[in-house]
């Protein structure tokens, strides 16, 4: 058993493996074959519109990397690592290549019990291969809403949306066609959800044309959501931004997220996580956060790279040009917009900078580039004091989520 703390946990960062029918068991006739799993060279690959994606290398997730490898694989190479460990707390070992899959990764009831076992309460739980299909069908968005919905209607059955009052899963409500949107968002909210994945992005229109979400052509979504008093999870997703690097680099690749990157040139754009950072800022921008002030966005997966300079520059821009703003964005920022910080980030630091009452704890589990021993996570906020770490660690998330 994990480590025993003195407050509850809410992680606000869990993940679903798909199984292969979670696309296709709901979908209607007409749209047989848009998805489907193909054999190549002795190994499964997903195809959407037959086209072959690379997106998640084994996308039937039978055999995958252990969770929390890349931590390890740190952690025993830095040898103060050894001195932080606590009672309770898994041994640091030499990740294996890859593992097969445990029941837990897919279905609710074994999740519970490892929920347990790693000492977590209540969590979030996020789609994995979902997060592929937005970007992957932007040329036909009524494609888009169809899979979706088929998508979600297998989530509520797999899973359901609020399963056993301790893991919430999230429906995803892609945006391209509005009427569309608020029909998939009353199914979910009939279904008792209590957050939803709106993708970080631009969202696809007819004829290539792109849009942000918190222009007022959306407002009538918005208003239903704020009615429904339900959470915006912005989940890390192919958000589209390969198009630039592939404008620059002359490529015409697909984003793979697990890939190297293939030069200095887009490690160092990619370092600004400047597509979360233009979605915050559109929200607040764009006016969207006040003209609906009790919606709440929480980024996950995004990390806080991006934060304090985009707080910077909302602070300069509104000393500079106030008249541009219904108020001051940083009262719009603390008031709606919440982080989730990369466990090897300064947490503390982001903290200090926007308030302990906007930080969440999310683990990853089991991702690979997540934690291996989620709870751990509060040594990264030791210098806190008991109250604010309980914040972190699930008070804030619970507050949010509604849930005792």
Known sequence: MARHLPFRVFDADNH???????????????????????????????????????????????VVAAPGATELKYKLKNPSSKHKAKPGDKALEEPPRYI????????????????????????????????????????????????VHAFNQW???????????????????????????????????EQGVRAILVRPAPVPDYNGRRRSFAL??????????QEAGILVGMHASDDGFQRYLNEWEGHDSEFLPFARRPSAFSAIVGSDWRTVSDVVSSIIGHGLA??????RFMPVE??????????????????????LFDEDPMVTFRRSIFVHPFHEEDAVGLVQLVGPDNVVFGSDYPHPEG????????????????????KVMGGNLAKLMKVA
């Open 371 to 390: 934690m291996f021993d989620p709870i751990t996570f509060v040594d990264e906020i030791e210098e806190l004091d008991e109250e604010d770490r309980a």
């Open 290 to 295: 006040t003209r609906f002030p009790k919606l």
């Open 302 to 323: 995004n990390g806080s790279a991006w934060v304090r300079p985009l707080v910077s520059k909302l602070e300069k821009v509104y000393e500079r040009s106030p008249e």
């Open 216 to 225: 007022p052509e959306y407002d009538r979504f918005w208003e239903r959501v």
């Open 100 to 147: 097969h899959a445990v029941p837990a990764f897919f279905d609710p009831e074994p999740r519970l019990e490892l929920l347990d076992e790693l000492g977590i309460e209540w969590a979030m739980m996020w789609p994995t291969l979902a997060s592929l299909l937005e970007e992957r069908l932007a040329d036909d968005p009524k494609a888009t809403h169809v899979v």
């Open 155 to 189: 989530m509520a059955e797999h899973w359901t949306y609020n399963f056993a009052d301790r893991i919430f899963p999230t429906p995803v409500i892609t945006l391209p066609i509005v009427d569309e949107a608020l029909r998939e968002l009353d199914y979910v909210v």
């Open 16 to 62: 679903m493996y798909e199984t292969t029918d979670a696309f296709t068991k709901y979908l209607p006739e007409e749209y047989s074959g848009l998805i489907k799993y193909v054999e190549i060279n002795g190994r499964t690959k997903i195809a959407i519109k037959n086209r072959i994606s690379e997106y998640i290398p084994n996308p039937t997730f039978n």
